[in-house]
RNA sequence: GGGUAGGUAGCGAAGUGGUUAAACGCAUCAGACUGUAAAUCUGACGGCUUAUGCCUUCGGAGGUUCGAAUCCUUCCCUACCCA
């Protein structure tokens, strides 16, 4: 255990939405401190969606603020309630895994998390362990202490039911379940999103209703995606993914619109606060170019995924092919022969576009280019040499060998 | 069990016998402008050997009709109300 009150309080309020409530975790911490015991903190995980993103990382890195004050993280693989698909922020129902999958998904999100979390600190669980073995009665006794009207207060479901979306019996009993979890694992504080919150309370009661010191949950902001409006997501497709290649993290990062570099800074780095006050400075200055900023949360992301050296083979390839509209370093290659020399038959059968009359609606609308002219015929054959460069679209790419 | 309203392209939502590959909005893609921003403007947005041509699409299957997303039969699915 290390780091006095102030220095804990202080880290683990950064860049937070809301800490629920706050004077207990102060108690907590004091506790913990004079006892030279660890907190339990809680973090579940959906691993339906194996892919984290920076909106994941979020919490990820308040978990890792945790850790490197020696508290224990405690991952909850939600194996067992990813058969049953968490309502939060839907308005569909999600669709249901299977038992196996979910195992395979826990696993990846374990080895993908564990690019932001500590390895040593950690303690993985999944809730299979103790859902699967729960029995009827079991079951019973614990909804006994929650009312239909407890869980209907959720917004979620409110919603559903007033615009008569179906809510199915499972979804029901998913905050039960996750609430079930923070009891059986003894946690002290549990890690969210604010769109976790009505879960993280339910664990809150849960531990209360059965005669155990509750859990303070501690809710972290949901950052936008790249689109700027909607909570970042892999399905809506405006997500940064961790594992994504660096070319990508960093052109993603450079896609955000301005308004957002602050809170991408704040949430998904690890900068400090005097760092964080810098950058809020120069962004209020208006000789700055927000864009020179946004080049240095682009690098820092990938860096911080990767190394010093990818971030700065990200910038120059970014600076090289979007600012100078020159060529990045590679580019995929596709061989045909002499006797398909067809323009528009290269884009489909290179996969570069989705269908011929996509390629052709491409070439019409002049956004392909080979050797850097623009064509603007759709029956163009290519001919002449052997080897050319096409450019279909902003970022596609292509180098066609004929033989 | 009874009643009512529904199921249309990625999403939302018009259309209720022909000029409908299907209005409109969102999302997406391309072009202009740029900082690969954002905003804005323009265009595209089922597929095909580009043709004022063909094929496939309006929950599924069948039927009526010269012609159906639209009418009929049947099946599946959802919500709401009553019990």
């Not at 362990?129 to 929650?146: C, G, R, V």
Request: glycine letters at 6%.
């Amino acid at each position: 255990m290390r780091g006095t009150l102030n220095e804990q309080m202080d880290t683990f309020k950064r860049g937070v939405a809301e800490i629920i409530p706050e004077d207990e975790l102060v108690y907590k911490i004091e506790k913990s401190i004079k006892t030279k015991q660890p907190l339990n903190i809680k973090l579940g995980c959906d691993p339906s969606k194996p892919d984290l993103h920076i909106g994941h990382a979020v919490v990820l890195n308040k978990l890792r603020e945790f850790q490197d004050f020696g508290h224990k993280a405690i991952l909850i693989i939600g194996d067992y309630t990813a058969m049953i698909g968490d309502p939060s922020g839907k308005k569909k129902t999600r669709p249901q895994l299977s038992f196996e999958e979910t195992r395979e998904y826990g696993k990846t999100y374990f080895e993908q998390a564990t690019k932001i979390l500590d390895t040593k600190n950690i303690e993985i669980r999944y809730n299979s362990e103790w859902l699967s073995k729960l029995t009827l009665a079991d079951l019973l006794n614990i909804q006994s202490k929650f009312t239909v009207q407890r869980i209907l207060e959720r917004d979620d479901f409110r919603n559903r039911l007033q615009e008569e979306i179906e809510i199915s019996m499972q979804e029901l009993l998913y905050p039960i379940m996750q609430g079930y979890d923070s009891l059986v694992i003894n946690s002290d504080v549990e890690l969210g999103g604010t769109d976790q919150k009505f879960n993280n309370l339910i664990g809150r009661d849960m531990q209360r209703k059965f005669g155990k010191e509750p859990q303070v949950v501690l809710l972290m902001p949901l950052l936008e995606g790249t689109d700027g409006s909607e909570k970042m997501s892999k399905s809506l497709g405006n997500a940064i993914g961790i594992c994504e290649p660096p070319k990508e993290i960093y052109g993603k990062a450079m896609s955000i619109p301005d308004n957002l570099i602050y809170k991408y800074f704040e949430l998904g780095t690890r900068k400090s606060k005097k760092e964080l006050d810098e950058i809020k400075q120069q962004l209020s200055n208006p000789t700055t170019n927000p864009r020179d900023v946004k080049k240095k949360l682009a690098f820092e992301l990938v860096k911080l995924y990767y190394s010093e050296e990818e971030a700065k083979k990200s910038e120059e390839e970014f600076e090289r092919v979007f600012s100078k509209k020159g060529l990045p370093d590679e580019i995929p290659e596709f061989i045909t022969n002499s006797s398909n020399n067809k323009l528009i038959d290269i884009l489909v059968n290179s996969k570069s576009v989705e269908s011929k009359s996509a390629a052709r609606r491409l070439i019409e609308q002049g956004g392909v280019t080979i050797d850097g002219e623009k064509i603007a015929d759709v029956s163009y054959q290519l001919s002449g040499k052997k080897e050319f460069i096409i450019k279909a679209g902003k970022k596609k790419f292509l180098k066609v060998k004929i033989i």
